[in-house]
């Protein structure tokens, strides 16, 4: 089985930058595809980001695109997740999930998750 650990969460004021990451416990990573998720009080787990065994392929929820980047170093074993111009509505606990099969948006599909770590963006 895998284990996730997500570190890297804080406070930051709105405009600014965080990096998330997410360490796996497991040799063969590399054969996982990852997702990132996130959930604010009083509302349903949401996609954020995906990405597929290999790093070819991402995907991104519309209210992320163009402001945040998932990346992987599968011989690290580690998923990242670069928050750029960040936003008060992006406070949010964030979870790092992995699936053994192919890259998916869908919550139900994945496998294994880690703890989660706080996001907080303040105005």
Not at 36 to 41: G, K, T, V
Not at 45 to 57: H, K, L, P, Y
Request: with cysteine.
């Amino acid at each position: 089985q895998v284990q996730l650990v997500e570190s890297g969460g804080g406070v930051v004021q709105a405009g600014g930058s965080l990096r998330l990451s997410c360490a796996a416990s497991k040799r063969t990573f590399g054969n996982y595809a990852m997702g990132w998720f996130r959930q604010a009080p009083g509302k349903e787990r949401e996609f954020v980001a995906a990405i597929s065994w290999s790093g070819g392929s991402t995907d991104y929820a519309v209210s992320v695109k163009g402001r945040f980047t998932i990346s992987r170093d599968n011989a690290k074993n580690t998923v990242f997740l670069q928050m750029n111009n960040l936003k008060p509505e992006d406070t949010a606990v964030y979870y790092c999930a992995a699936r053994s099969g192919a890259m998916s948006t869908m919550v139900f599909e994945y496998h294994y998750w880690g703890q989660g770590t706080q996001v907080t963006v303040s105005s």
